[in-house]
């Protein structure tokens, strides 16, 4: 017996039977309910007419009875006796009647229909709710020894706002809780759910349950005692102590981490190496924080333990008494300010902007996004060595994240531009509710990133204006991370010393043709290293002159001034670094929507700032182009002696590494970016063909919309090498079906977790992409996003939906799925290209699921549930080949024609002149496809989901494969005839 009366004949106490607990898994064992938004659908699923937690209510029911002898008025007292008696009885008694009339030989089907109908209205006329669950079936479970096992999986999206109500999601719990004291419940939850459970519902859990389930993510982050780590570190470690600033400034980057050398240099920290180091030992032994990274490129991280400790000691002492002076500088107070020095109507006389004059930037960039200035000046402190504040300085030179690093490498051509249509979002831009790249913590800040393994350096800035956008590449090129991690004394002096590694140490050779600037005949590398740090500290002093108004009359021209420093600087570096043989990455972010808040001056001001540094980056040999086809002052192309010499049938020169420009609508910024470095004399740099020293030659730049089949593969192989994976065809094509940009895809890979060596598979792929925004699946610039957000809930689960499940958790509207009078289906449109399909058990999207792939053993199906053109792997499994039974055409034309059957009239079947079904008449080319797209544009981004699948294949689509970029030439050709058409005495008289 499970339950016991008082001898004073009081109410029954009955105690719980049941048990609630996480769990790590959705074990097989018992009931499962995947992802319930709700209680009621929770029920719905616990306790439906079929459901197995009836046929256990109905055994708990029976052992009740049996208890009795079957006597039914004893039966229905101790149903009375055994629910709380602060709740009323279910349904009013009729719960009792309906299960004593089902055990007695009557129709058990209505107790059933009842069961699933509490709640809401049932049959009986009455209107339930959750206390009628709870006093009934519930208080049933819990007085007998039959104790089924639910396993309930919670789901990521628990805690969004705009999904659920935190009323809703607090009556889940009560349910949830309530379930627990009759069965064995296992919440599987992600950390990040359990840790928000316990923090903002931890009165409706259980004490036990909350123990438990902090004691497990603990232990997964290597924590022992978080509860006792965080007690112990407040009472061992002093509210004064610095140490707690320096895990502040941890904290507060977008990933609870930073580099040793970036905690070095900021001003908050305002101690010596000595004591910092002890300040890290403080927290590594206290558990607050660990490290990872090479010795000459370390990260503190902090733990979840650190993050609560800190929590707690602004909890417990407030931020004034112990903090108080560090938080003034810190990010609370503002990353924006009033001046800046990168605006054209401001820069020459060194006051204001023009209030009532627009941003040469983008609409988006308020006029607090300024350049990298300084108070250095004012305060006599180098903004690197020292560090700054968030709302006034110089913005710090930030690191990237590995994966931002791997797509702004990825999706630049090889000496070209790369144009990545990817959103901005994070810091001082609301532009976009979701977004794939996060902003610097202060979005002035010059970006760097080195990686050691592929010497690969990668540098930028977000685009506010020319002048801060110049300055900033100045500053990440000949950083202080540049300096420690590439440009280093050793490295530049190579094997022999003096300089060696560059150009064999000849610095007239670097001074005349390299145009290296700040180099004397006595230098060594270590002279050179002091040298360009000085030149970086000119720069910022010009700057904060610039910014302050301190300058004389006869510098009213210091923006300009300042600007040929600044590219002087960056000429210097780029031709370093290609002679080291780095490969130098230039990123340029474009915040803001870039159709709509690209002016036209701010489109000119980007147009001549990159033909600047593209000329300055180019050369002819050993020769740059800036100097010998675009330098008006005679003195400096004096300097270089001759003209480089140039093979008419060859005369194409090289430009040193890569652009990467990424912003939402960049890709509208291509023609833009041809036409400018083609017609340099528009912009400021016109060809001085007349001038002595002067001579023909060409560098061909390569313009490509980054998201071509190519910059997917290398992104896909970069980062699964990083995750111990190896890619397939497969994964390439599944990655650039369902994404956008390099930088999406590269996000969502970078985020699987490492395996050991083995192949990439296609339900690794379903887990990455739930990971990104549902904006950033199949996105379509100008849509609703209806269509990516239907596929990306059918990626974020693990099971087939029902339309109305769909439909409640994509937020979209049953008629706008399904499709109504005049309304188009997004669901027959996603199916008709097999992207998802409805299966007996509900919706899914067309790749494999990690349990069981769907329809399996159905006749005429692939059982890995791909589309059914898309190309397979040649070292696939077997299920990878089975070949498709229904005789479809595996090809872009099948595809179309199958489209077109499911969604054009029927009578357009026949009709070769119909602008959809004629196009699949014969071959199927690149023409023919683009037929389709123009009449029914609805289906772009289905189509290039289809093209992905295909491989890019020319046999899958017919005809040879459009060219993927544009060239700009930029210099102009010779008309001299071939040096290898001449004899060699004519040779050698050109030579001489």
């Given at each position: 017996m499970t339950f016991s009366a008082e001898e004073d004949g009081s109410d029954a106490i009955v105690p719980d039977s049941g048990s609630l607990r996480f769990a790590s898994s959705t074990e097989t064992i018992g009931t499962v309910v995947r992802e319930p938004m709700s209680a009621s659908a929770l029920h719905d699923a616990l306790f439906g007419v079929d459901e197995p937690l009836q046929d256990?209510?109905?055994?708990?029911?029976?052992?009740?009875?049996?208890?009795?002898?079957?006597?039914?008025?004893?039966?229905?007292?101790?149903?009375?006796?055994?629910?709380?008696?602060?709740?009323?009885?279910?349904?009013?008694?009729?719960?009792?009647?309906?299960?004593?009339?089902?055990?007695?030989?009557?129709?058990?089907?209505?107790?059933?229909?009842?069961?699933?109908?509490?709640?809401?209205?049932?049959?009986?006329?009455?209107?339930?709710?959750?206390?009628?669950?709870?006093?009934?079936?519930?208080?049933?479970?819990?007085?007998?020894?039959?104790?089924?096992?639910?396993?309930?999986?919670?789901?990521?999206?628990?805690?969004?706002?705009?999904?659920?109500?935190?009323?809703?999601?607090?009556?889940?719990?009560?349910?949830?809780?309530?379930?627990?004291?009759?069965?064995?419940?296992?919440?599987?939850?992600?950390?990040?759910?359990?840790?928000?459970?316990?923090?903002?519902?931890?009165?409706?859990?259980?004490?036990?349950?909350?123990?438990?389930?902090?004691?497990?993510?603990?232990?997964?982050?290597?924590v022992v005692d978080g509860d006792d780590v965080v007690a112990d570190a407040l009472s061992t470690i002093d509210y004064t102590d610095s140490a707690w600033n320096v895990l502040r400034v941890i904290c507060e980057g977008r990933s609870d981490s930073a580099r040793y050398a970036a905690l070095r240099s900021d001003s908050r920290l305002d101690f010596g190496r000595s004591r910092l180091s002890q300040c890290l030992s403080t927290l590594t032994e206290a558990d607050l924080v660990f490290t990872e990274g090479p010795q000459n490129d370390k990260y503190a991280i902090a733990t979840p333990a650190g993050t609560a400790a800190l929590d707690a000691l602004e909890d417990d002492i407030g931020l004034q008494s112990g903090l108080g002076d560090f938080e003034s500088e810190g990010v609370s107070e503002t990353l924006q300010s009033?001046?800046?020095?990168?605006?054209?109507?401001?820069?020459?006389?060194?006051?204001?902007?023009?209030?009532?004059?627009?941003?040469?930037?983008?609409?988006?960039?308020?006029?607090?996004?300024?350049?990298?200035?300084?108070?250095?000046?004012?305060?006599?402190?180098?903004?690197?060595?020292?560090?700054?504040?968030?709302?006034?300085?110089?913005?710090?030179?930030?690191?990237?994240?590995?994966?931002?690093?791997?797509?702004?490498?990825?999706?630049?051509?090889?000496?070209?531009?790369?144009?990545?249509?990817?959103?901005?979002?994070?810091?001082?831009?609301?532009?976009?509710?979701?977004?794939?790249?996060?902003?610097?913590?202060?979005?002035?800040?010059?970006?760097?990133?080195?990686?050691?393994?592929?010497?690969?350096?990668?540098?930028?800035?977000?685009?506010?204006?020319?002048?801060?956008?110049?300055?900033?590449?100045?500053?990440?090129?000949?950083?202080?991370?540049?300096?420690?991690?590439?440009?280093?004394?050793?490295?530049?002096?190579?094997?022999?010393?003096?300089?060696?590694?560059?150009?064999?140490?000849?610095?007239?050779?670097?001074?005349?043709?390299?145009?290296?600037?700040?180099?004397?005949?006595?230098?060594?590398?270590?002279?050179?290293?002091?040298?360009?740090?000085?030149?970086?500290?000119?720069?910022?002093t010009l700057t904060a002159n610039i910014e302050h108004g301190e300058f004389s009359e006869e510098q009213r021209d210091l923006r300009s001034e300042t600007m040929k420093l600044a590219h002087g600087l960056i000429g210097t570096a780029t031709g370093i670094y290609d002679l080291l043989d780095v490969d130098v990455t230039r990123i340029l972010r474009l915040p803001g929507r870039v159709t709509s808040d690209m002016k036209a001056g701010g489109r000119k001001d980007l147009q001549q700032c990159l033909v600047r540094m593209a000329t300055i980056a180019s050369k002819m040999g050993e020769y740059t182009q800036s100097r010998v086809q675009f330098e008006p002052r005679e003195e400096k192309r004096e300097a270089i002696r001759e003209a480089p010499t140039v093979d008419a049938a060859d005369p194409t020169g090289t430009h040193i590494g890569?652009?990467?420009?990424?912003?939402?609508?960049?890709?509208?910024?291509?023609?833009?970016?041809?036409?400018?470095?083609?017609?340099?004399?528009?912009?400021?740099?016109?060809?001085?063909?007349?001038?002595?020293?002067?001579?023909?030659?060409?560098?061909?730049?390569?313009?490509?919309?980054?998201?071509?089949?190519?910059?997917?593969?290398?992104?896909?192989?970069?980062?699964?090498?990083?995750?111990?994976?190896?890619?397939?065809?497969?994964?390439?094509?599944?990655?650039?079906?369902?994404?956008?940009?390099?930088?999406?895809?590269?996000?969502?890979?970078?985020?699987?977790?490492?395996?050991?060596?083995?192949?990439?598979?296609?339900?690794?792929?379903?887990?990455?992409?739930?990971?990104?925004?549902?904006?950033?699946?199949?996105?379509?610039?100008?849509?609703?996003?209806?269509?990516?957000?239907?596929?990306?809930?059918?990626?974020?689960?693990?099971?087939?939906?029902?339309?109305?499940?769909?439909?409640?958790?994509?937020?979209?509207?049953?008629?706008?799925?399904?499709?109504?009078?005049?309304?188009?289906?997004?669901?027959?449109?996603?199916?008709?290209?097999?992207?998802?399909?409805?299966?007996?058990?509900?919706?899914?999207?067309?790749?494999?699921?990690?349990?069981?792939?769907?329809?399996?053993?159905?006749?005429?199906?692939?059982?890995?549930?791909?589309?059914?053109?898309a190309v397979r792997d040649d070292e696939a499994s077997y299920r990878d080949r089975v070949a498709d039974a229904d005789g479809r055409e595996e090809s872009l034309r099948g595809a179309v024609y199958e489209a077109a059957v499911a969604l054009e009239p029927t009578g357009a079947l026949g009709d070769p002149d119909h602008p959809v079904i004629g196009a699949t008449y014969g071959t199927f080319d690149r023409t023919q496809l683009r037929r389709v797209a123009d009449a029914r544009p609805e289906w772009r981004a289905l189509l290039n989901a289809a093209c992905a699948f295909v491989g890019d294949d020319p046999l899958g689509i017919g005809g040879d494969p459009e060219p993927r970029a544009t060239v700009a030439t930029i210099g102009r050709e010779p008309e001299q005839e071939p040096i290898t058409s001449r004899t060699p005495d004519q040779a050698a008289t050109a030579s001489d």
């Open positions: 256990a209510l109905f055994a708990a029911a029976e052992e009740l009875a049996a208890d009795v002898d079957g006597d039914r008025v004893a039966f229905a007292e101790r149903l009375d006796a055994i629910r709380d008696p602060n709740m009323d009885a279910s349904v009013g008694g009729a719960f009792a009647e309906e299960l004593i009339d089902g055990l007695a030989g009557g129709n058990r089907y209505r107790v059933r229909k009842l069961l699933a109908q509490l709640g809401s209205n049932t049959y009986l006329g009455v209107r339930t709710g959750f206390e009628d669950i709870y006093a009934g079936p519930m208080a049933l479970l819990r007085a007998a020894d039959v104790t089924p096992t639910v396993v309930v999986s919670l789901s990521s999206d628990l805690f969004d706002t705009d999904t659920v109500r935190r009323e809703t999601r607090e009556t889940l719990l009560e349910y949830v809780t309530e379930l627990a004291r009759g069965c064995d419940v296992r919440l599987v939850a992600s950390g990040l759910v359990q840790t928000r459970l316990m923090q903002e519902h931890r009165e409706l859990l259980p004490a036990g349950v909350i123990e438990s389930a902090a004691a497990r993510l603990r232990e997964a982050a290597g009033k001046v800046d020095p990168c605006n054209d109507e401001q820069g020459r006389e060194g006051g204001d902007p023009d209030p009532d004059q627009p941003r040469d930037g983008t609409d988006g960039t308020a006029d607090g996004d300024r350049p990298a200035a300084a108070e250095a000046a004012a305060t006599d402190q180098s903004a690197e060595s020292g560090g700054r504040s968030h709302s006034s300085g110089f913005a710090p030179v930030e690191t990237l994240d590995r994966w931002e690093h791997h797509a702004a490498v990825a999706s630049a051509p090889n000496g070209g531009v790369g144009v990545d249509d990817v959103p901005l979002g994070g810091v001082n831009n609301a532009a976009f509710e979701e977004w794939t790249v996060a902003r610097q913590e202060d979005n002035r800040s010059p970006i760097y990133s080195y990686n050691e393994d592929r010497d690969e350096l990668v540098v930028g800035a977000d685009w506010h204006g020319p002048l801060q956008y110049t300055v900033s590449v100045a500053r990440a090129l000949l950083s202080p991370l540049a300096f420690k991690q590439v440009l280093t004394p050793d490295r530049l002096d190579g094997k022999a010393g003096d300089l060696d590694a560059l150009l064999n140490g000849v610095k007239a050779e670097l001074r005349d043709k390299r145009c290296l600037g700040y180099l004397k005949q006595s230098y060594t590398g270590e002279d050179y290293v002091e040298a360009l740090e000085g030149g970086i500290e000119d720069l910022k890569q652009w990467s420009i990424q912003g939402y609508g960049a890709t509208d910024l291509t023609g833009d970016i041809e036409y400018a470095l083609e017609h340099p004399g528009e912009f400021g740099l016109p060809m001085q063909t007349e001038s002595e020293h002067y001579a023909d030659f060409v560098v061909d730049m390569p313009i490509e919309a980054a998201f071509t089949r190519e910059r997917v593969a290398t992104a896909t192989t970069r980062i699964l090498s990083l995750r111990s994976m190896r890619t397939t065809r497969q994964a390439v094509s599944v990655m650039q079906a369902f994404t956008g940009s390099i930088h999406d895809v590269s996000k969502a890979l970078f985020f699987k977790s490492s395996e050991d060596g083995r192949h990439v598979r296609v339900d690794d792929l379903k887990y990455a992409l739930s990971t990104l925004p549902k904006s950033r699946i199949i996105p379509e610039r100008g849509s609703k996003g209806t269509k990516s957000a239907i596929i990306h809930t059918l990626l974020s689960t693990d099971r087939p939906l029902s339309q109305r499940e769909l439909c409640d958790r994509a937020g979209v509207a049953t008629g706008t799925f399904a499709g109504h009078g005049d309304k188009r289906s997004h669901r027959d449109e996603l199916a008709a290209f097999d992207l998802i399909r409805e299966t007996e058990s509900g919706w899914v999207v067309c790749l494999t699921y990690r349990e069981a792939d769907f329809n399996a053993d159905t006749p005429g199906e692939r059982p890995d549930a791909l589309p059914f053109y």
